[in-house]
């Protein structure tokens, strides 16, 4: 922010409008292009567990190997629940063998916390915490114990900025990685465990989660055996060894397979566009804008107070203008959900208020799928709500 720019003056609305305004976390925006008529092919009315239906299964995962430049050995399979499945799926079978370091900086980070100290009851856990904004202290990371952390917090848009920092040893790398997958890059010779979900970076439908497990993980999945119960759809080994065929298309439980048709599509342009750079390349374009907006906002800043960490796809912004900080707690709360009703009541933007565990604020999805042009035209909008807003709530 430039505490010595210009304040706004007139609430005039800007002139040009994003021409697609869904900026929303998760759903996210379809593919540039993108129209019903990519599921007309679709597999409907038929078993997924039929040829051509597990075909395209499998086809989902070995795009997705592709593009994400997955290690020689890693499985991947598709998994019920999104990535709260997939990443539950990996701590119910993984954990316990050792003690478990866990960070949190956001409210997903929370989330799995809660699942380990509250719902497993692991007695050795080491939780590193941070306040919305920052990272934990990475060097208290011990490469003994396992290990469970975001890549990138989606809730508080502060990304790690790169994995130099997770030590060597034998406990377990567990990434949950849903808003970072196909936009950032993520050093699998140092994680164990990767997931993430169809409705983030490529714009895919809800309700379908993606495993990935190196061979050190499968190794672990096959020597030890949890002591709690372990619910059909978190099942993974059979007599010992792990289930193949859940890694080949094989899924638990029963596919869209409409969905599994749109995730096909936003994969194939994924990969006709130039792959994981170009996908990288587009999710920081978009940050860019945003960095060169607030640079010269007299009202905005960045969440996250480090610009290595600043996140490329969930862009969080706070309000510091002495005017908001002035205001009463719950006269700040409204402030952005004011912003981003206004703002859909005039078609720019939706659904970017900021998540509700988050500091007041807005939430800009930066992801893949997301013009840099529209999020260009978007800011100007963001300056002419705020105005107005402020000339609201002042008058």
């Known amino acids: 922010m430039n505490p010595t720019a210009r304040p706004l003056t007139s609430v005039q609305p800007p002139a040009v409008k994003p021409q697609n305004p869904n900026f929303s976390s998760g759903p996210c925006a379809k593919r540039p292009g993108w129209s019903t008529e990519v599921l007309s092919n679709a597999f409907l009315g038929r078993s997924h567990r039929a040829r051509e239906g597990k075909a395209r299964l499998a086809e ?52 799995w916390v809660t699942d380990v100290v509250k719902q497993l009851k692991l007695s050795d856990v080491r939780v590193l915490k941070a306040d919305y904004g920052s990272l934990p202290d990475l060097s208290a990371v011990d490469g003994e114990r396992d290990l469970v952390f975001t890549w990138n917090g989606t809730t508080s848009g502060v990304r790690l900025p790169d994995g130099d920092w997770i030590p060597e040893g034998p406990g377990l790398k567990i990434c949950d990685a849903t808003s970072a997958v196909f936009a950032m890059d993520l050093p699998y010779d140092r994680l164990d465990v990767v997931t993430w979900s169809w409705q983030k970076v490529m714009g895919g439908e809800a309700a379908h989660g993606m495993l990935a497990l190196s061979p050190r993980a499968v190794e672990r999945m096959e020597s030890y055996q949890p002591e709690w119960p372990m619910p059909k759809i978190f099942r993974l080994t059979k007599g010992g060894k792990l289930d193949e065929a859940v890694f080949e298309g094989a899924t638990i439980n029963t596919p869209s397979m409409l969905c599994v048709e749109d995730q096909l599509d936003s994969l194939r342009w994924g990969v006709e566009i130039g792959g994981l750079p170009a996908l990288k390349a587009r999710a920081e374009a978009n940050l860019s804008a945003v960095a060169r907006w607030v640079s010269t906002s007299d009202w905005a800043d ?78 100007p909008w963001l300056d002419w709500a705020y105005a107005a807003v402020q000339g609201e709530m002042s008058a």
């Open 302 to 379: 960045f969440l996250a107070t480090e610009p290595s960490q600043r996140s490329c796809t969930s862009i969080c912004i706070k309000i510091v203008s002495p005017w908001f900080t002035a205001l009463s707690e719950k006269e700040q709360a409204s402030v952005p959900k004011k912003i981003a009703a206004l703002l859909e009541a005039e078609g720019v933007a939706y659904d970017i208020n900021g998540y509700r565990d988050a500091p007041p604020g807005l939430r800009l999805w930066g992801g893949a799928t997301v013009d840099s042009g529209d999020m260009t035209r978007l800011l």
């Open 60 to 111: 989902v995962i070995e795009l997705s190997k592709r593009l994400l430049g997955l290690p020689e050995g890693w499985r991947l399979a598709i998994v019920p629940a999104s990535d709260t499945g997939a990443i539950e799926m990996a701590l119910w079978n993984l954990l316990g063998p050792r003690g478990v370091d866990m960070l949190a900086w956001e409210s997903f980070g929370s989330a």
